[in-house]
């Protein structure tokens, strides 16, 4: 298929529950973008229970903008994704979410991208915010945007020297719904997981994945370290969920916490036989206390975390146990 526009119809789709918080500074930044063409937003909500719709109704009021709700009674997100796509009218898909922020010109270099480079999904980086003006919040923002915290994820690595490449999957992609219809859509199997499913699925098939690092996006981290447990928790359970359909699909991001998991069980079950084993756990958890600390007290120098790099390590601690757990427990799962 053939786009024939140069700034073609794009449909913004947002599937979302509960977001009163943010999704009236969702939907004005995706009005105020300074794309040329054509908007459509889809936002798909999943029978909130708070004052989203509310808010939705009151800035479409407020606003000229051409917003459709429709009720997602699976809740899940790759059903929303389905369900707002299956409804859009444009030739082009931009998924975002309720409690992203995109610059303002992300849709035009989004679209742009997508045009000239004839690659299949763009998308770009995504920069975390603390959700409160707390240490524990800050602290958090920072540890999913750093390496020892999410490994070689490109697109959370805004703190780096990001440049424009291939990768394994993005956030937010920018798509044509022709490639949809042709994967079959998101997985519904899926409670998380469903972008890299379908980013792996378009990498399966001959297709590109590109990050485009003028592509910014501000998201909104977890505020407490039980939201963050319960997250990267639900990360790992589904992220395992997913790789036994897609065994290829794996990185060694993936792996390592699960496996570190797994060796300090291990070696402390032998260590009660075995003084070689007690060395051996002693030797792991301090290296990975001291890196831990290293990463934590290096923050601090560089003024990347204030009073916040006191609790870093423990953030640490709760991100890489929460999603080794969530791995083991699914691994051990049986088929649904």
Same mark, same amino acid.
């Given at each position: *298929?053939? +786009?024939?526009?140069? !700034? ?8 979302? $529950? ?37 808010? =939705?109704?009151?800035?479409? /009021? ?19 994704? !389905? ?9 082009? =898909?931009? $998924? %975002? ?37 707390? !240490? ?28 424009? /490449? ?12 022709? +490639? ?5 859509? @998101? ?26 690092? /003028? ?13 963050? *447990?319960? /997250? ?44 070689? #084993?007690?060395?051996?756990?002693? #030797? ?5 206390? #001291?890196? !831990? ?31 080794? @757990?969530? %791995? ?9």
């Amino acid at each position: *298929m053939v +786009l024939e526009k140069s !700034n073609p119809l794009v449909s913004v789709i947002i599937p979302c $529950r509960n977001e009163e918080k943010y999704i009236t500074s969702v939907l004005e930044t995706i009005c105020n973008q300074d794309y040329h063409g054509k908007l459509e937003i889809i936002v798909v909500d999943a029978m909130s229970q708070d004052h989203t719709r509310e808010k =939705i109704n009151g800035f479409e /009021q407020q606003h000229e903008c051409d917003i459709a709700i429709i009720d997602n009674e699976k809740i899940i997100i790759p059903a929303g994704l !389905n369900a707002g796509i299956r409804n859009a009218k444009g030739e082009i =898909i931009l $998924r %975002m979410d309720g409690h992203a922020i995109p610059e303002k010109n992300y849709i035009r270099t989004a679209v742009n991208t997508l045009l000239t480079t004839g690659y299949d999904v763009v998308g770009g980086i995504c920069k975390s915010y603390p959700a409160k003006d707390t !240490n524990i919040a800050k602290a958090i923002a920072f540890a999913i945007s750093h390496p020892f915290g999410v490994g070689d994820s490109r697109f959370r690595l805004s703190a780096g020297n990001t440049r424009p /490449q291939f990768v394994d999957t993005v956030p937010f992609g920018c798509f044509k719904k022709i +490639l949809w219809e042709k994967l079959g859509g @998101f997985d519904e199997s899926l409670l998380t997981n469903e972008d890299y499913d379908f980013n792996y699925r378009v990498r399966q098939s001959g297709g590109k994945v590109y990050l485009e690092p /003028q592509l910014i996006t501000r998201y909104y981290a977890r505020d407490s370290l039980n939201g963050l *447990m319960k /997250q990267y928790y639900r990360y790992g359970r589904w992220k395992c969920k997913m790789l036994k359909k897609q065994p290829r699909s794996i990185k060694w991001r993936h792996a390592v916490p699960p496996v570190f998991l797994i060796s300090i069980i291990l070696f402390a079950g032998f260590s009660f036989f075995s003084h070689f #084993f007690r060395i051996l756990l002693l #030797f792991e958890i301090f290296v990975y206390l #001291f890196f !831990n600390l290293f990463v934590s007290i290096k923050a601090r120098i560089n003024n990347k975390c204030d009073q916040s790099f006191a609790i870093l390590p423990i953030v640490f601690i709760v991100m890489h146990f929460s999603w080794g @757990f969530g %791995m083991l427990k699914s691994f051990f799962e049986k088929k649904s």
